[in-house]
């Protein structure tokens, strides 16, 4: 193989990989675009619903007159829990707590934005 050939092969493989790498790039944004606007839905749904009682920050007592008083959503108690369990308790409502159940308002993909903005708390 001439020095040639090796230098146009080169430059062949290199051109690929930077195309490649571009287009990796432009998905890594648009993934981080998505979450970005989700984490702000979730916010948008958590300011409507759940601060009134978890308070602005998530850190619970906002609301004290029920019993038990809300939850911190900040604490390892809490953030300890699988994204399955949370889900779950956001839209089944713990039974026999003033946490009700939030299946009638939020869909799927806002119980989802929600949680990711619960998550996002703890950070
Ligand atoms: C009426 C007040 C009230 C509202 C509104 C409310 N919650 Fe709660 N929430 C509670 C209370 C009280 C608890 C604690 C229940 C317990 O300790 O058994 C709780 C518990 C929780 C927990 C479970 C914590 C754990 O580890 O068991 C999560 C998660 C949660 N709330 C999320 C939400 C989300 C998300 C919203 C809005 C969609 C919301 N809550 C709205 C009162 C409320």
């Known amino acids: 193989m001439s020095a040639r050939t090796l230098l146009a092969a080169l430059l062949l493989v290199l051109s690929c990989w930077s195309v490649a790498s571009v287009g990796f790039g432009q998905e890594r ?73 939030w299946k009638w308002a939020l869909s799927e993909s806002d119980k989802q934005n929600v949680l990711l903005y619960i998550r996002s708390l703890a950070r």
């Open 29 to 101: 944004d648009e993934k981080a675009l998505r979450e970005y606007y989700d984490l702000q839905e979730g916010r948008r749904l958590y300011e409507q619903y759940c601060r009134f009682c978890h308070g602005e920050q998530g850190k619970g007592k906002a609301y004290d007159q029920v019993t038990p008083p809300p939850a911190d959503l900040t604490t390892s108690a809490v953030q300890g829990k699988s994204d399955a369990e949370l889900a779950n308790i956001i839209h089944e409502g713990e039974p026999g707590s003033p946490m009700g159940a």
